[in-house]
């Protein structure tokens, strides 16, 4: 560690310590956007600075039943090491655990020194550096939903919806909130610097959504990766379970991660404006529009990245299970909002909240990378109510199949990275076998009592 590196240390230190810090959080991403972890002694940060800190690599394939699936490079390589170093320049302090705080981790191969193959963060940062190559910055706005629930103990899930208050959306305050969890969430998620700007009741009952400033991508990513740890944190600090699973409840809608992406030049122009251009957006705009919609069936593999997922797809769900783009239309996969100028994006709402923000960011940039680069135009704008399959194409139904578009998409697959894409398709395909081979409610309902 050189002089400089052990004085800046020194001096994050000497911060956190005024401000009653006493333990640093240590936490990245692993490969389905869960947060991992460890709590270190503020005392002993400059040797985790230098030395990193041992995590097993296997961490990356680990289900959240906690089996290892066998990728490449952990079980079979014996479960080696991966290497995280504290990023203190991320450094926050929690408002609601006194004396921690909490900041980034770098994660490396120790025997290389290079990224972890399966790092969703560095993942992102590959695909941004072949943007910064065609001088593209892109920004990134998320929006996030997610269910509130409360203990109900004898019911079959041992949860329910916190309230089950219906007709609700678009509100704010205790009519729909009457625990006012929202605004609760609100002040915290502020207080610890994660740009949310605006929050309101949902559709459903116990759904909320929390929308997040626009940003760089890897910082939307950093925030919107903190945002979904922190409001679980908070709601398991009074009992309850937020959960951004895709659809909790058969007979409530989903959750969704919609992003708005814009992409500025290297002088912070923002290159999806042009008034002259086909409905006020540049050809860069159209391209990228093409793009995405050209890489959607791989992109849902990241976007929508479970089994789940694919049960919130379907007529009349106000969530886009058909590939096609519409001005200021809610019911296309890509929607313009009518802005320009400044405010000029696209928004891809085919993301449900499951997703890995790193991943989701990453596969949308890359596809709309791929557009700008093949230079073609997208088809007409969807215009009225959509979900007609004999005006725009399917999407994958299930999972299984969005892997198999991935793993066919080579474009998309080029620039994430092959060992990237190895890990992935391996570990979400043993999650398709092991749902394949379990017995849920529903049959035994449908049919134990009269076959």
């Known amino acids: 560690m050189s002089a400089s590196d052990t004085s800046d240390i020194r001096r994050h230190m000497e911060r956190l310590a005024a401000e009653g810090v006493d333990v640093v959080r240590v936490v990245y991403p692993d490969l389905i956007g869960t947060d991992r972890a460890r709590d270190v002694l503020l005392d002993h940060l400059p040797s985790a600075c230098d030395h990193g800190l041992a995590f097993c690599r296997a961490v990356y394939h680990t289900t959240p039943q906690g ?27 929690l408002p609601w655990e006194p004396g921690v705080a909490t900041c980034l981790g770098e994660v490396t191969d120790p025997a290389t020194a ?14 941004l550096a072949r943007c910064a190559e065609q001088g593209l910055r892109p ?17 079959p ?77 908070l709601a398991r600090r009074e009992g309850n379970l937020a959960t951004f699973m895709a659809k909790p409840f058969g007979d409530a809608g989903g959750s969704g991660f919609h992003l ?22 540049s050809a860069t705009a159209r391209h990228a529009i093409a793009g995405i919609l050209a890489h959607a069936p791989a992109l849902a593999a990241l976007a929508n990245p479970t089994v789940n997922s694919y049960k919130r797809f379907g007529p009349d769900t106000l969530a886009p299970w058909l590939i096609d783009w519409g001005l200021d239309n809610r019911s296309a996969m890509v929607r313009i909002p009518p802005e320009r100028g400044s405010g000029a994006r696209l928004e891809l709402r085919l993301g449900d909240a499951s997703a890995n923000p ?44 969005a892997l198999d578009a991935l793993e066919a998409d080579t474009a998309l697959t080029d620039i994430l990275g092959k060992d990237f894409t190895t890990s992935f398709l391996t570990y979400k395909r043993d999650e398709v076998e092991r749902f394949g081979r379990h017995v849920t409610d529903w049959e035994f309902t449908e049919y134990a009592y009269h076959l």
Not at 139 to 155: N, Q, R
Not at 393 to 401: F, K, M, V
Request: aromatic share 6%; with cysteine; glycine share 10%.
């Open 67 to 93: 089996d290892v699936v066998p990728v490449a490079g952990g079980l079979d390589a014996g479960l080696p090491d991966v290497t995280v170093r504290p990023d203190l320049s991320t450094a926050a302090v």
């Open 114 to 127: 290079a990224p972890a193959p399966e790092s969703p963060r560095d993942l992102l940062r590959t695909v």
């Open 139 to 155: 920004v990134v706005g998320p929006e996030l939903e997610y269910f509130l629930l409360e203990p109900a103990p004898g019911t």
């Open 157 to 233: 899930t041992g949860w329910r919806r916190s309230p089950e208050t219906t007709g609700a959306v678009y509100t704010a305050g205790l009519r729909s909130d009457p625990d006012n969890h929202l605004l609760r969430t609100l002040r915290q998620l502020r207080d610890l610097g994660l740009g949310v700007v605006t929050g309101n009741h949902e559709f459903d009952g116990g759904q909320y959504e929390i929308n997040l400033t626009h940003s760089s991508a890897l910082d939307a990513a950093d925030r919107a990766f903190r945002f979904k740890a922190a409001v679980k944190e």
């Open 260 to 281: 708005h992406l814009s992409c500025e030049d290297t002088e912070g122009h923002n290159v999806f404006d042009d008034p002259t251009g086909a409905h006020g957006l």
């Open 358 to 401: 790193y991943l989701l960011i990453a596969g949308t940039i890359a596809a709309a990378l791929l557009g700008v680069q093949a230079g073609e135009e997208p088809e007409a704008p969807l215009e009225g109510y959509g979900y007609d399959t004999a005006r725009s194409a399917l999407l994958p139904t299930n999972l299984g199949s």
